[in-house]
């Protein structure tokens, strides 16, 4: 059963609560005026928009292709400037902006990624940023026990299916390079997690997985699978990692 903008939302929100630490981080680094312009390329529901307090003296702009997510996103947001548009046409004069960022958003550009990041330094000011601040690595997805591998790689090719760039990530440097961005820096999130069973998000995560999956495996496969899973998240002995990515740099002055 498809979800609901509520319950993709509530997703997005638990995704944005995991590179939280690293968003933080990230945003140390910029020398921002004090009344910058920032813009979210691909902002959907508007799952970070409630973090804007580390910008809060910003103006907010948010740009997605989805009619219904951009106006569940205005709804939520009354203070931003929400736009239907395209990622690789943005709807804004050049030099517009001080930071044009995105959030798991390029993997799903594909071979589309470089003409959007082109757009994002476009119509970001010269001396601006623009930033990727989190994209995975599926193609270096770690699972663990091995009899949880199947599950890494039958979601991969759904991801795959589905028009996902499974090794974004580790393409971010070259991406950042070609679309002619300067002083790029590049990273990988920490990974440090607690043994304490299974996880919050594990209820959310297997909706996901058995909407992708429905296609491929009966049902009593998609429940043996996530029944081996649970048992190994609640011994603590399951591990799944996957690599996420971010870099960013300046906009070159002309």
Known sequence: MAFSLDQWHARYLEQAQWTAPLRAFLL???????QARVLE??????????????????????IDIAPERCAFAQKGNPAAIISCAEGIR??????????TFCHYYLLWMNNAALPALREMAR???????????AEPDYAARIDFPAETAQLGQLQNSSLQKQGAALDMGRRLPELFRQAGISEIQFGQSG?????TGTPQWLDSEWKVIAQDLA????PQEIAHLERLDRQHWQ???????IPTFYAYGKVKAE
């Open 235 to 241: 011994k603590g002995s399951r591990v799944l990692q």
């Open 191 to 195: 990974f440090q997690r607690e043994v």
């Open 123 to 133: 119509v970001t000011r010269p001396g601006g940023y623009v930033m990727a601040m």
């Open 28 to 34: 140390q680094q910029l020398s921002l005026p004090a």
């Open 215 to 218: 296609d491929t495996l009966p």
């Open 41 to 62: 390329t691909g902002c959907g529901t508007g799952a970070l928009f409630p973090n804007r307090s580390q910008l809060s003296n910003y103006e907010w702009y948010g």
């Open 90 to 99: 943005l709807p804004f004069a050049n030099a517009t902006f001080d930071l």
